[in-house]
């Protein structure tokens, strides 16, 4: 009998993110609009879709072995687990996810001290509510089931919510006072199947090829040919990994060079590497860089 490790997917905003990282490490998952239990290209995983909030009480609890949730839903539920990595993707950007206390532009509120006795909407209550508890502060704390934004100054008098770039807070008229808490996605497991020596493996192994592929994400593969009198203004160029890797040609007096560089820094040196003597360039993606 196939033993299986029992992952929690997170459904939601992170869910299509989550799904093309896996792909591109190696592993094909899919699901149906109307369905909870993904199914995926190994017969070693048992995938469960869950609100990544819930994810870090079922791991803690035992009911799944790993999986893939924010920071901040570890943090907010006080869950019991062991942080295996973190893999920094989003549904957006590679920025970290910040919960932010916000009020409305004209608000004198201007610092926590200044929430004594006010209105707070949040999903985040637990953690609202410590960090009030660490500025000696005594407010109404209420779980906001979303829209938080439009809540102010109407129904509450400011808000703590997760934001990546502030777009969202800013064209609501609110401004940003102070960050509770900065959140990235994190692999967790439970203690007692990381103790497990097959699903740690599986765990580690599904880690390896997961870092691996956001690695990739920033950087390309170049292929060229030099001559070898060129060759080393063409290295002097180059800022890899490692060194080139350098193979003679058939031809005489000429290499074939192969190294990885940043993505960003194609467009610049492209050009240079072709003035200083590199020719047949070959620019390619990377699945996943292993280090």
Same mark, same amino acid.
């Given at each position: 009998?196939?033993?299986?490790?029992?992952?929690?997917?997170?459904?939601?905003?992170?869910?299509?993110?989550?799904?093309?990282?896996?792909?591109?490490?190696?592993?094909?998952?899919?699901?149906?609009?109307?369905?909870?239990?993904?199914?995926?290209?190994?017969? +070693? $995983?048992?995938? /469960?879709?869950? *609100?990544?909030? #819930?994810?870090?009480?079922?791991? &803690?609890?035992?009911?799944?072995?790993? %999986?893939?949730?924010?920071?901040?839903?570890?943090?907010?539920?006080?869950?019991?687990?062991?942080?295996?990595?973190?893999?920094?993707?989003?549904?957006?950007?590679?920025?970290?996810?910040?919960?932010?206390?916000?009020?409305?532009?004209?608000?004198?509120?201007?610092?926590?001290?200044?929430?004594?006795?006010?209105?707070?909407?949040? +999903? $985040?209550?637990? /953690?609202?509510? *410590?960090?009030? #508890?660490?500025?000696?502060?005594? &407010?109404?704390?209420?779980?906001?089931? %979303?829209?938080?934004?439009?809540?102010?100054?109407?129904?509450?008098?400011?808000?703590?919510?997760?934001?990546?770039?502030?777009?969202?807070?800013?064209?609501?008229?609110?401004?940003?006072?102070?960050?509770?808490?900065?959140?990235?996605?994190?692999?967790?497991?439970?203690?007692?199947?990381?103790?497990?020596?097959?699903?740690?493996?599986?765990?580690?192994?599904?880690?390896?090829?997961?870092?691996?592929?956001?690695?990739?994400?920033?950087?390309?593969?170049?292929?060229?040919?030099?001559?070898?009198?060129?060759?080393?203004?063409?290295?002097?160029?180059?800022?890899?990994?490692?060194?080139?890797?350098?193979?003679?040609?058939?031809?005489?007096?000429?290499?074939?060079?192969?190294?990885?560089?940043?993505?960003?820094?194609?467009?610049?040196?492209?050009?240079?590497?072709?003035?200083?003597?590199?020719?047949?360039?070959?620019?390619?993606?990377?699945?996943?860089?292993?280090?």
């Amino acid at each position: 009998m196939t033993r299986k490790l029992r992952i929690g997917m997170p459904k939601g905003s992170l869910q299509d993110a989550t799904f093309a990282l896996f792909k591109k490490a190696g592993w094909d998952f899919r699901v149906s609009s109307r369905s909870y239990q993904p199914i995926v290209d190994d017969d +070693e $995983l048992e995938p /469960v879709l869950l *609100r990544a909030q #819930e994810i870090p009480r079922y791991v &803690a609890m035992g009911v799944l072995d790993v %999986g893939l949730t924010g920071h901040d839903n570890v943090i907010e539920c006080e869950a019991d687990v062991y942080e295996v990595a973190e893999l920094i993707y989003s549904k957006a950007t590679s920025r970290p996810y910040r919960w932010v206390l916000a009020v409305p532009q004209n608000s004198p509120i201007a610092g926590p001290k200044d929430l004594e006795g006010k209105r707070i909407a949040t +999903e $985040l209550v637990g /953690v609202t509510k *410590r960090y009030l #508890e660490k500025h000696g502060v005594t &407010a109404h704390v209420e779980f906001s089931w %979303g829209a938080t934004e439009v809540k102010v100054p109407d129904l509450v008098d400011a808000i703590v919510e997760g934001t990546e770039t502030g777009s969202t807070l800013a064209a609501h008229g609110l401004k940003i006072i102070d960050t509770l808490l900065e959140s990235t996605t994190r692999l967790i497991a439970n203690h007692t199947s990381w103790e497990d020596e097959w699903k740690r493996t599986k765990i580690e192994n599904l880690q390896l090829l997961l870092q691996g592929a956001l690695d990739a994400d920033s950087l390309v593969g170049l292929k060229m040919n030099v001559a070898k009198e060129n060759l080393d203004a063409v290295i002097r160029l180059l800022s890899a990994l490692r060194k080139p890797t350098v193979s003679p040609l058939g031809e005489e007096g000429w290499v074939a060079l192969e190294t990885i560089i940043p993505e960003k820094t194609v467009r610049h040196i492209l050009p240079e590497l072709r003035r200083a003597g590199a020719q047949g360039l070959v620019e390619y993606p990377l699945n996943k860089v292993i280090y």
